[in-house]
């Protein structure tokens, strides 16, 4: 097994609780980049997610050249697309939109960025990533075309979730979307736990270290903050 998903699996194992940092190359200030590094150095966050449903900068090698420079924790991409691949990076999150039924996002990107993966060393984990419905449309279901999960059927969204390990898939994802207006349910949280083995990821609209804390206690193995630290860096430092 891979180093990087060997350390989720084993976290988990542990009952350590994980914290991701999403960072979106186009939101990143490139001038404030070191005062970034520093404030994710005394974060708790334990990964950096790197990516967006839509990035148009030509900088994420030079965000993640950065990153890698003056970070210790693994830098994953966490890719709307192919074109976001960086080879810098220590791994990438390899995700199936299992919540919807657009092959695009099912397998097509996944072909097309295999000529870029096989020649890296990126740790590639496959993952299963399912958006839930979160009060309005978000940048994911836009940009993907699909349709998000009912929010009030956790018992549909755990049986997708399920399929998505029974087809391989390392970890599961669950998504209410950048900047959501509501973050997943914690009871369905707990539920997708319970019929997973693998860890599970949370994450969107999560803006408060209660709601971290939340999350963690539903059944949450990983959480993700991005817009949260984006407004505000000392977002961790709060009580
Ligand atoms: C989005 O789950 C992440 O893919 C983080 O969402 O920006 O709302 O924290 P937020």
Avoid: W
């Amino acid at each position: 097994m891979k180093k990087i998903y060997q350390e989720i699996v084993q976290a988990k194992i542990d009952n350590r609780k994980l914290l991701a940092i999403l960072l979106d190359p186009d939101k990143v200030d490139f001038d404030g980049l070191l005062l970034l590094t520093d404030k994710i150095k005394t974060s708790p966050a334990t990964h950096i997610f790197v990516g967006g449903s839509i990035v148009e900068t030509n900088k994420i090698d030079l965000l993640i050249q950065f990153l890698k420079d003056n970070l210790t924790i693994p830098i994953l991409l966490f890719p709307g697309n192919p074109s976001q691949i960086s080879t810098y990076a220590d791994g990438i999150l390899f995700l199936s939109l299992l919540s919807g039924r657009n092959p695009v996002f099912l397998i097509d990107h996944h072909v097309k960025a295999v000529p870029k993966l096989k020649n890296t060393s990126l740790e590639i984990i496959p993952t299963g990533y399912l958006l839930i419905e979160s009060g309005s449309q978000t940048a994911v279901e836009r940009v993907s075309q699909t349709e998000p999960l009912d929010r009030n059927n956790s018992s549909y969204v755990c049986q997708t979730a399920m399929a998505g390990q029974f087809l391989g898939n390392k970890l599961i994802y669950l998504e209410a979307g950048s900047g959501a207006k509501l973050a997943i349910p914690l009871e369905m949280i707990h539920e997708v736990s319970k019929g997973l083995s693998i860890p599970l990821i949370v994450g969107g609209g999560i803006r408060t270290l209660k709601g971290i804390k939340q999350a963690y206690d539903a059944g949450a193995d990983l959480v993700v903050i991005g817009t949260a630290f984006e407004n505000d860096v000392t977002f961790f430092e709060n009580d």
